[in-house]
């Protein structure tokens, strides 16, 4: 990502599959769309496509990630206003165990190219902007992340995305740690963590692919 981008973009991201050891979501089967109950075959259902969106700015949240105030329980956690704004337009805080996901009526998922002319001259290097829309069209949350045609293939297959917001989702690394550093194990606990704190929400988002 250039620094330009850095400065424009929203909030952080990452684009991935539900078997992904930083998620272990595995493949899920339960799951509720707008028109009911999704009819999937265990046995050929594929990992499904995932977009996650860790807040940049967020109650809490620091050069270390998201700090517990002092003393506090994991029931005193401080209300963030970006999650708790998207719950009243429908989306749904996601439990501590994940087994199922609901459609989010209204919501969409946006995938439009975002061209650096000056890498993709020496890299063949191009990457896509996801906009996170609410029911009326107003830009929740915006990312920058590397194309993916088998990603992108999925969501247009399945006309949907998950989509997961919150504000630790594993892919801040802790503070002075490089992206080497920062292992799978790492993120895969700071999803867990964000669960079981209540700062995660998402569901089955629909897809509109721009590209």
């Avoid at 896509?128 to 009326?136: A, G, M, N, V």
């Amino acid at each position: 990502m250039s620094h330009h981008q850095d400065e424009v973009l929203d909030d952080s991201g990452r684009i991935l599959f539900s078997d992904d050891p930083t998620l272990q979501l595995g493949v899920l089967t339960g799951l509720e769309s707008a028109e009911g109950a999704v009819a999937l075959d265990p046995a050929q259902m594929r990992p499904l496509p995932i977009a996650l969106f860790e807040f940049r700015h967020a109650v809490g949240v620091g050069y270390f990630g998201y700090i517990l105030p002092k003393g506090a329980s994991p029931d005193d956690v401080p209300e963030e206003p970006q999650l708790e704004g998207a719950i009243l337009f429908g989306m749904r805080r996601l439990p501590p165990e994940v087994s199922d996901l609901y459609s989010i009526p209204g919501w969409e998922l946006h995938e439009l190219p975002e061209e650096q002319p000056h890498l993709a001259q020496s890299y063949a290097s191009t990457d896509s902007r996801l906009e996170l829309r609410t029911p009326d069209g107003e830009i929740y949350s915006r990312i920058c992340v590397p194309r993916d045609p088998e990603w992108t293939a999925a969501a247009l297959r399945l006309g949907y995305v998950v989509v997961l917001c919150g504000v630790e989702l594993g892919i801040r690394a802790p503070y002075a740690m490089s992206a080497a550093q920062h292992t799978a194990g790492m993120s895969y606990e700071a999803f867990r963590r964000g669960l079981a704190l209540g700062l995660t929400i998402g569901g089955l988002v629909t897809y509109v692919d721009h590209n």
